[in-house]
């Protein structure tokens, strides 16, 4: 699980750090079906860079957090 975290963490901050028009700037018509046209939408375009650069940072996060949980509790000693 951690490596799909991983990898959209870096494609998030990737795609924002490139601003790529998909993930950044989407079509206005998305809204209804689409969070980056929705937030697009009622914020801005400048927020949804910011949002996605966040959202990336955070998934990188929870796969350092999950993979210290894996590591940290199969490195443990059995309680004797």
Partial sequence: MW?????????????????????VDPPEYLWPVYSQAFLKKLFGRRFVIGWTYLCGILFVAAMFVSLWSTLAGGCRSPKT
């Fill in 3 to 23: 490596v799909l975290l991983l990898g959209a963490g870096f494609a998030m901050i990737y795609g924002a750090y490139r601003k790529c028009s998909w993930l």
